[in-house]
């Protein structure tokens, strides 16, 4: 499983942004490098196998949710501990409510990706 780090806390990686929003579409690039190295990985050609959901803590979904790419489903399934919350891009976004840590998993064929998310909290999220 391929895994990424992507810091919050804008002092420490000024490269991420100077401002919330751009912190959070920092991260969103992050989730689409991880998204393109997996589907490199399982192969092109006339049938590529693009990674088509992630699953995410509740504060890294928050987050996503600000960006203009996320669409919110119109119904969302409470029933589980896992549903679907909406779209970004082409990736369905999953909402992980047992999660301990905050993270991202890139689901693509068989192959993970995952994204450990570290200092969200102070966003105030």
């Known amino acids: 499983m391929k895994t990424y ?3 919050y806390a804008i002092s420490k990686n000024p490269q ?3 401002w919330e929003q751009e912190v959070f579409r920092t991260l ?8 393109n190295d997996l589907a490199i990985e399982a192969g092109s050609g006339t049938d590529p196998k693009l990674p088509k959901s992630l699953t995410a803590s509740p504060a890294v979904v928050c987050a996503l949710e600000s960006l203009e790419q996320f669409r919110i489903n119109e119904v969302i399934n409470m029933d589980k501990d ?3 919350v909406g779209h970004m891009g082409k990736l369905e976004v999953y909402r ?3 999660a301990t840590e905050d993270y991202v998993i890139i689901n693509a064929f ?3 990706g995952k994204i450990k998310v570290n200092g969200l909290a102070n966003a105030g999220i």
Do not use: F, R
């Open 110 to 112: 068989g192959k993970q």
């Open 96 to 98: 992980d409510l047992l």
């Open 5 to 7: 780090t992507w810091e």
């Open 82 to 84: 896992v549903h679907a």
């Open 16 to 18: 991420n942004g100077a």
């Open 28 to 35: 969103y690039t992050v989730i689409l490098k991880l998204t």
